[in-house]
Every structure is written in C-alpha cells, then in structure tokens.
T-cell receptor
Framework: GAVVSQHPSRVICKSGTSVKIECRSL??????MFWYRQFPKQSLMLMAT?????????EQGVEKDKFLINHASLTLSTLTVTSAHPEDSSFYIC?????????????????FGDGTRLSIL | GNSVTQMEGPVTLSEEAFLTINCTYT??????LFWYVQYPGEGLQLLLK?????DKGSNKGFEATYRKETTSFHLEKGSVQVSDSAVYFC??????????FGKGTTLSVSS
C-alpha cells in the first residue's frame, strides 16, 4: 500500500534554531501533500496544502514566513520551522493524497506519516 | 464552512462495554466521511469510511453509518477491548480539499 515516511520522528532543539521536517511518499507520486499541526489532546489543524512545483497554500492564521514549505518533487515535501520558539513545540503530521480509484476498495483520501514531535527548549 | 463536531471525551469504559462516539458534520454538498484512530505515540490510521449516504463503514468490530438526514456518522462497537484505548477522530472530505477533523475523543478501556 501507499507509504508516507516522515523524518525525523522526534527533535529537541534550542530556541532560535530552524528545524526541517521531511515528508516522502515512498511508493507513489504525490502531487499534493498536506501539513497538519496537533497540540496535546487536540485535533489536527491543517496548516497548509503543498502542491508540487508551486507555492504552498497556507490556512488562515499560519505564518508562511515562519513555516516554510517546499514541494520540489512528486515524492518530497519539507516543512521548515524557522527560528523556532517554545510555542512552536507540537506534533507535526504530513500526509499525501492519492487519486481516488473507482475500483480500489482500500482507497484512502490521504496517507499519513507517523508525525514529528518537535520540542523547543 | 465545513466542520466536524465530536462528543467531548474522555470516554471511560470497562472491557466488553458498548461504545458510541457521536459525530456530526456541517458541509456543502455530499462529503465523504471517515473515522481515524491514533494510538498513543503513533500516527493516524484510517479505521473506516463511508462515501455516500446510507453507506455503512466497518472494520475491526467498529461500525458507522452515514446519515444524511441527521448529518451524522456515529462510531459504534459492541464490545470494546483494552487495546481499543486510543484517540478517535471523525473527519470529512470534500472533493479537492484536505481532510477536516473533529477535535478527537479519547477512549480509555479498563479490564
């Protein structure tokens, strides 16, 4: 099945550091990838939609200069948290979209990575 | 805009109890509906789905029926196990957009 690999799974760093998170579709091409943020005991909030070869579309309230998204190939999207501060600590999850198959009973709208737990000290 | 509302948790049950987690949605048109599960320390897994009204999604003993008239997609299981302890998210999808999630409901099952 479609696999999305997200790396790193956990990162702890000092305030002011920039952190890059990678999201790869391992066995399929993903023209569209999504980045979500999950606060403790809360839902996943969509941060941005990333389309290969074009600028990401950010949701209202998400700082595009803070959360840089690059989707340079059909299998890789990256999220860079620039000059991270403790309030940026969170669980970040990426997902990739497959085209729906009429006869694919296992079709899923998005395949999720395992997430990255970011802790800023 | 589109939204999903789930019952507040946590839900605490004894093993073999009946489970219901309510989910209602607001959407234009006819979205697809999903339940995802997140086990402690892990990512999201698709539990079940329904793509049109009156469809029933089922998996691992869990069921949910897409009710257009009540805009609901309640999750049920007849007999929960300790291993079902997790956070459950209801979600909807409109064509061409990203999944929209409810706030999640934490289920804790004790033996």
């Amino acid at each position: 099945g479609a696999v999305v690999s997200q790396h790193p799974s956990r990162v702890i760093c000092k305030s002011g550091t920039s952190v890059k998170i990678e999201c790869r579709s391992l066995d399929f091409q993903a023209t569209t990838m999504f980045w979500y943020r999950q606060f403790p005991k809360q839902s996943l909030m969509l941060m941005a939609t990333s389309n290969e070869g074009s600028k990401a579309t950010y949701e209202q309230g998400v700082e595009k200069d803070k959360f840089l998204i690059n989707h340079a190939s059909l299998t890789l999207s990256t999220l860079t948290v620039t000059s991270a501060h403790p309030e940026d600590s969170s669980f970040y999850i990426c997902s990739a979209r497959l085209a729906p198959g009429d006869r694919d009973r296992d079709w899923q709208p998005q395949h999720f990575g395992d997430g990255t737990r970011l802790s800023i000290l | 805009g589109n939204s999903v509302t789930q019952m507040e948790g946590p839900v605490t049950l004894s093993e073999e109890a009946f489970l219901t987690i309510n989910c209602t949605y607001t959407a234009t048109g006819y979205p697809s509906l999903f339940w995802y599960v997140q086990y402690p320390g892990e990512g999201l897994q698709l539990l079940l789905k329904a793509t049109k009204a009156d469809d029933k999604g089922s998996n691992k003993g869990f069921e949910a029926t897409y009710r257009k008239e009540t805009t609901s997609f309640h999750l049920e299981k007849g007999s929960v196990q300790v291993s079902d302890s997790a956070v459950y998210f209801c979600a909807l999808l409109q064509a061409g957009t990203a999944l929209i999630f409810g706030k999640g409901t934490t289920l804790s099952v004790s033996s």
